[in-house]
């Protein structure tokens, strides 16, 4: 214990207030391994334990809380060092490792003498009268790992909706402990206490290796916010958005802020993303749940218009008409000759179909030669109801609808083809165009993406995609079984 020199009453009694707990941490580290922890300095210069990742050399030996300060590694001051500077320093530690540390409150309620009937303050009160005897001076205590209070840690599994690469993040404080991810991954949530960086390994990981750094929900839809902001900002006053002013947000140092404004703006830029959030299709992860197989009741198919789903589709129903079935359109105009109602079309009234699309009844529709083409949500249950799967080739904003446990959609993006180094086809490079603007907006929905080189080929693949999904475990929304 550190005391000031008038730390003592008069009377005797230790004074509380003037009172600081130092304790001694040591442990063995091997050259490479991680310490699985991140610093972050407050105004005062000094070095605080900002995160313990789980799984990491730290966390199961229970030796640091989130909160303690650590005064001096290896007899050396850590005060006024950079964020930088601690990390390299923890990086280059080998062999006998030794911390002298100030716990955080958190630190002392997790100790194996804490009487937790007592609040933090009166607990400390009792130990350090306990103490007050023997202790003068600085006493060094050598901590004992416990593992019966460390934190319970969550397990969420998550489906990423987004690309990410922690290297070229500059709002993560620590990159190296970052884990990359692409648009499908499924991710294990192990720890959320950080508002702005959850802690998360691949779901197939092996239980042992420590978690790593993701951006929260939170984080990553105030970065697409502010980017939005940015570009429209940029694009308003004609000038093309540069990557510095939209990427630079803040200092990795603060990690937490996604404005790059100062403080003094934060609150007034904060209000102006209002409008922004209501208007993007902020994506970032989606709870998953992970059951036995079973077989999907819907394909649908997405692509660039031209892209061949139409025969795609034509093609599967010929070939397998105990399968698959297409849903039976709805028009308002007047059958032609020898047409029959519910072959081809159903033909209905307009306002018959207006006042159904009010009611929420159709998956989409549209106009052509003033007249009013649907597709009826009725006619997918009906295929369903016949044990069939229905085949829909719809506009990818249709896919938000389906995506429910009694649709169960298997959606597959039929991209472009490659297109050949010289070439002067116009319609390729259209096709190629409009498929990735499709994937980039919307492939967070994708289960499958097929390149459409050769049409034959493709269809295979996806026949046999059919039947693999079918017959293997699957990640779903949680939302389609909870």
């Known amino acids: 214990m550190n005391g000031d020199a008038d730390a003592d009453s008069p009377d005797g009694d230790i004074d509380m207030e003037n009172v600081t707990r130092v304790r001694l941490v040591q442990f063995q580290k091997n050259a490479d391994e991680p310490m699985g922890i991140t610093l972050k300095v407050n105004e005062e210069g000094r070095c605080l334990v900002a995160r313990i990742m789980h799984g990491g050399m730290i966390h199961r030996q229970g030796t640091l809380h989130v909160g303690d300060e650590i005064r001096?590694?290896?007899?050396?001051?850590?005060?006024?060092?950079?964020?930088?500077?601690?990390?390299r320093m923890l990086k280059s530690l080998?062999?006998?490792?030794?911390?002298?540390?100030?716990p955080s409150a958190s630190s002392w309620y997790f100790s194996d003498k804490f009487d937790q009937s007592l609040s933090p303050k009166e607990h400390l009160s009792?130990?350090?009268?306990?103490?007050?005897?023997?202790?003068?001076?600085n006493v060094g205590l050598k901590i004992v790992?416990?593992?019966?209070?460390?934190?319970?840690?969550?397990?969420?599994?998550?489906?990423?909706?987004?690309?990410?690469?922690?290297?070229?993040?500059?709002?993560?404080?620590?990159?190296?402990?970052?884990i990359p991810f692409k648009i499908g991954d499924v991710l294990q949530v192990i720890n959320k206490d950080d508002p702005h960086w959850w802690q998360a390994r691949k779901w197939n990981s092996s239980p042992t290796e420590p978690a790593g750094l993701i951006p929260s929900p939170e984080l990553q839809e105030c970065r697409v916010a502010s980017a939005a902001s940015e570009r429209a900002k940029q694009e308003n006053a004609g000038k093309y958005p540069k990557k510095e002013n939209i990427d630079k947000y803040s200092r990795r140092e603060n990690g937490g802020h996604c404005s790059w404004f100062g403080r003094k703006k934060k609150d007034k830029y904060l209000a102006k993303l209002n409008a922004i959030f209501d208007q993007l299709d902020l994506v970032t992860y989606e709870e998953v749940v992970r059951l036995p197989a079973f077989v999907r009741r819907t394909l649908v198919l997405l692509g660039a218009h031209g892209v061949g789903r139409r025969h795609i589709k034509n093609t599967?129903?010929?070939?397998?008409?105990?399968?698959?079935?297409?849903?039976?359109?709805?028009t308002t105009r007047p059958p032609r000759k020898d047409e029959e109602n519910g072959k081809n079309y159903y033909f209905v009234t307009r306002k018959k179909m207006m006042?159904?699309?009010?009611?929420?009844?159709?998956?989409?529709y549209g106009t052509h030669e003033d007249a009013m083409y649907g597709t009826k949500l009725e006619t997918i249950r009906q295929i369903h109801a016949d044990s069939l799967m229905a085949i829909l080739d719809v506009e990818p904003q249709a896919v938000k609808v389906l995506r429910t446990a009694e649709f169960s959609p298997f959606v597959v993006f039929i991209a472009a083809p490659t297109i050949p180094a010289v070439?002067?086809?116009?319609?390729l490079e259209r096709l190629a165009r409009e498929s990735e603007l499709l994937e980039k907006a919307y492939g967070h929905y994708f289960d499958l993406k097929i390149v459409n080189n050769d049409i034959e080929e493709t269809i295979n693949t996806l026949e046999q995609a059919i039947k693999d999904v079918s017959i293997t475990p699957q990640w779903v929304p949680v939302s389609w079984v909870y």
């Open 316 to 330: 599967l129903i010929t070939s397998h008409p105990d399968k698959f079935a297409y849903p039976i359109p709805h």
């Open 126 to 137: 009792c130990q350090f009268l306990s103490f007050q005897k023997e202790a003068r001076g």
């Open 423 to 427: 070439t002067e086809d116009g319609s």
């Open 355 to 364: 006042a159904d699309i009010e009611a929420n009844e159709y998956l989409e």
């Open 72 to 87: 001096e590694i290896n007899g050396f001051s850590v005060r006024n060092k950079t964020v930088e500077m601690l990390q």
């Open 145 to 178: 790992p416990s593992y019966r209070h460390a934190p319970a840690q969550c397990e969420i599994f998550v489906r990423a909706l987004f690309d990410y690469d922690p290297a070229t993040d500059e709002l993560n404080p620590c990159p190296q402990a970052g």
């Open 94 to 102: 080998q062999g006998a490792v030794s911390f002298n540390v100030v």
